[in-house]
């Protein structure tokens, strides 16, 4: 079968189960105000939760890094972004990366050994999934939020390690803090992708400093709360010169755009001083608002605020009812989320008002069924 008419076939099969994606056409954006196929709407979907996208004023660096870092690709920017991120991450060295995936793909495989053992959450994201799939550690999945088992060693000097994300990429829970302090005290090692915390807290720090953990090697993303574009991973001296040497994504990929690294240097600035503080309050003021507009129990622990449908088409449709009032949530469907467990997925950034928060709520009270509801706090109308 020629691979056209193999793909179509396999397209046809996706439309069947409402998995088909299509990319949204977006024009003229400024924060959360954009135009989506041209119709303007206010976007509760994006990951730039403290509106710092917009932010970053333009650099005049190189755009392109003309080859890896390890030829002659290590600029200036380079170095300056990995010894600020490393400061602020707590660690004695950090590796920039072109993005979060690129990162977990090239780092895991590199530190691992086929003596190790992996504990890994079931909700880990696919880059996380992929980069344990090339590597040569056994693995086991955790179900999700649970602890590895407290006894058992490694023969031949492997290492037991707890990979897990620490704010859920798609659920917007956190990762068990007590039992992750637990396992660093009886040795485990820790790899922690914090793409949805970093920046979040004091100082624009992440989720473990603000909960007292060290993880033996932390990932943060830069294209998240800091608003632009790329991944770190920061950890001990030696470490970091092993991923430099070793890690095949870093190894055999051009540099991150000079560009890039520089506007990170400024994102940095923007994330760690005033600009920072205040977008974090914003951000604190909005969550707290939308739990009451929600009459949730308490005040969402992260920014990813799930509204779980089960369906694939319902949420489509749901998300397409919204479109309709203005309000842009994307549907999130298998495999980024488990099969069953479709959703929107709503987001909130510190660029959003209160009567924003309030628009959609209305909306979502109107758009969805009453059983849907049930989703909008116990004592919604
Ligand atoms: C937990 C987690 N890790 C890694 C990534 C990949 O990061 P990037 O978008 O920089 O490729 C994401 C992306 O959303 C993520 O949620």
Known sequence: MPLDARLR???????????????????????????????????????????????????????????????????????????????LAGHEDAVLFPSGFQLNVGVLPSILSSEDIVFSDALNHASIIDGLRLGSAQREILPHGSAPPRDGRVGGGGLRWWVTESVFSMDGDVAPATALRAALDDGFCLYMDDAHGFGLFDGGRGWPQAHGITPTLYVGTLSKALGCAGAFVAGSATACTWIRTRARSFVFSTGTSPRVAESIVHGLDLLTGEVGENARARLRSNLAHLARALRLPSTPTSPVVPIVLGDNERSVRVAEDLLEHGWHVQAIRPPTVPVGAARLRLTLSAAHTHAQIDGLVCALRDVLGASDRAFLGSTAP
Not at 13 to 26: F, K, N, S
Request: hydrophobic share 40%; proline share 6%.
């Open 9 to 87: 076939h396999r397209l046809a099969a996706l439309d069947a189960q409402g998995l088909r994606r299509e990319l949204p056409e977006i024009t003229h954006r400024e924060g959360v105000h954009y135009r989506l196929a041209g119709k303007p709407v206010v976007g509760f979907c994006s990951n730039d939760y403290l509106g710092l996208a917009q932010s970053i004023a333009p650099v005049d660096a190189p755009s392109g890094a003309a080859s890896s870092r390890l030829v002659c690709g290590d600029l200036a920017p380079h170095r300056e972004a990995e010894r600020r991120l490393a400061r």
